[in-house]
């Protein structure tokens, strides 16, 4: 589609309608802009007068997925209207631990100074015996910042939204827009929404999560999601020694569960419970100190210090599901990031990371392909999918021995871990790292 030669330009504010000379005709394809003339083929050479029209790009979600495409894109210089059901940001879950790969990200898109203002430092890990309390093993992460050359951080949800949605500008989200209904056409693809209203652009991103309506239209039916088997309860709460070192990730382990802390920014320590059991099994919110009291029972005293800290009518409750992997992420103009194209059980920590390399992936697509929205979104496609089903798997699997699914494996890892330097731990860790668009 060539756009109008009104619009105005993400880059300048003003319009742009300028001779044309070969050098920046090449640098503003090198942005994301197509050239387009009224009623005559461009003919930059001429000098004659040309509008550059950048593409435009609907996404729908505000999650840490969208959020970043919209900024990646953006920086591109594309036109981006983003659009988000909720009416204000207000994440699911405390926090996130944001590897390596998902920082390089996040730096790529200028945010590297926030980034790590709001991470917390973990400077070493242990795992440590549910019942007795006695340390299984402990080691430093300086090994595996040296190898992947980048310092991990666990941010708090919120913030790493809110950071997020101000990089591309807060005020440019339209929020309270529920997308219905999303189809492609011959020269745009168009979204519908409850309000009634639609939006248009050359290209449409569903970054809208793990129920995606964008996934079931790109696929023609709809995903089902497997659930992984287990509970995880998470928040915040204010560091205390008692449960772990302020700048260790500590991880009681026993019985098929596992209670994590980790540092966040602000002196807090993000935490999260697992606990296997049925699917559906119902919960009042606000009743998390009492359940986990019950269900941890007999574990360490760290651990009681934790329920005792933990606010309940803070703390998340999330059954875990994932997806199986799908290779088909694009249909016509229409294309799925982040969760909508891979699930992830959380125990990798990289479900967010592959959102952010996606929204990195996507602006490179678009950077090497600036004229042809549908060759980007095949090249974002063919960059993808291998690399997030790799992720969604390796979760799976951890997920299977961390939580008991065959017993006797379950206990070898234990008994590993009394064991480890932690050569093993960091080497399955810079696996999940490296083979993103910026941890080739
Ligand atoms: C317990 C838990 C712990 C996790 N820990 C980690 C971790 O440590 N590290 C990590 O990297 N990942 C982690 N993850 C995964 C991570 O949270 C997700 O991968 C990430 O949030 C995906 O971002 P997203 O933007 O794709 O989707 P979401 O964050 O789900 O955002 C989707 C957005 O789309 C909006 N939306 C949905 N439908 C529509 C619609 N129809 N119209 C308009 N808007 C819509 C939603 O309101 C939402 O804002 C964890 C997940 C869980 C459940």
Redesign the pocket.
Known sequence: MWASTSRRSPLSGSRWSRPLSTDTAAADRRRGCRIGISGRSPRADRGVPIALVPVKAVI?????????AAIALKQLGLEVEV????TENK???A?????SN?VRCLNHLGLEEETAALGGIVDSMSYVDAFTGETMCRFSMQPLIDEVGQRPY?IA?AEL?LMLMNAFGHDDINFG????AVHDGPAQAT?E??DGTSASGDIVIG????????RDYVLGSPVERRYAGYV?F?GLVPVDERIGPATEWTTYVGDSRRVSVMPVAGNRFYF?FDVPMPEGVPFERGTAREVLAEEFAAWAPGVHTLIGALEPGAT?R?E?YDTDPFHTWVRGRVAV??????????D?????????E?AVALQFAFRDNPDDPHAALAAYEASRTERAADLVLRARKRCDVTHGKEPEKTAAWYEELRHEDGTNVIRGIVGNIVGGPLTA
């Open positions: 729908i979600g505000a999650g840490m997925g969208g959020a970043s659009y988000e059901q909720v994440p699911v879950g926090a996130i631990s944001v590897w998902g666990p949800r939204q827009k529920k997308m219905v979204v929404f409850a970054a809208d999560g793990a129920k995606s309506l964008t995880n998470n999260f998340n999330v875990i990031l982040g969760d909508a194209a891979h699930n992830t059980t959380p990798i920590g990289q479900g967010g990371c592959s959102a952010m996606d």
